[in-house]
């Protein structure tokens, strides 16, 4: 499985992006995609997870009411609308598919095994 992640840029305070997560490849072969970020000098944390089968979707205390998940299949395509966003956000967000992941593991970055290579959100004040 490969991913290419996009969509990030630059906003100011309050404002939105939506990022976008292709995926190709053996793309029929994983449970869960996730989103995680990593801002400068902190460890990477989990954003949001979604696993089509059973529906499952999960988010991080500090994005929770303010990000959405979603996915095309159609298109391989998981996305993440960031609304409302704040300076707190700003961090390099990566996208995550997982072969094995199961609903009480998708918050852990251990249950993913394929990233994408990271897109750049900066949220100015």
């Known amino acids: 499985v490969q991913l290419q992640a996009s969509g990030g840029g630059l906003v100011q305070a309050g404002g939105y992006l939506r990022l976008s997560c292709a995926a190709s490849g053996r793309t029929f072969s994983y449970r869960a995609v996730g989103w995680f970020r990593q801002a400068a000098g902190k460890e990477r944390e989990f954003v949001a997870g979604t696993m089509p089968i059973g529906a499952i979707t999960s988010y991080g205390d500090s994005v929770k009411g303010r990000f959405t998940i979603s996915r095309d299949s159609a298109k391989n395509t998981v996305y993440l609308q960031m609304n409302s966003l704040n300076p707190e956000d700003t961090a390099v967000y990566f996208c995550?598919?997982?072969?094995?992941?199961?609903?009480?593991?998708?918050?852990?970055?251990?249950?993913?095994?394929?990233w994408g290579q990271g897109t750049l959100v900066t949220v100015s004040s």
């Open positions: 995550a598919a997982g072969t094995r992941t199961i609903a009480s593991t998708i918050r852990r970055q251990s249950a993913y095994n394929y």
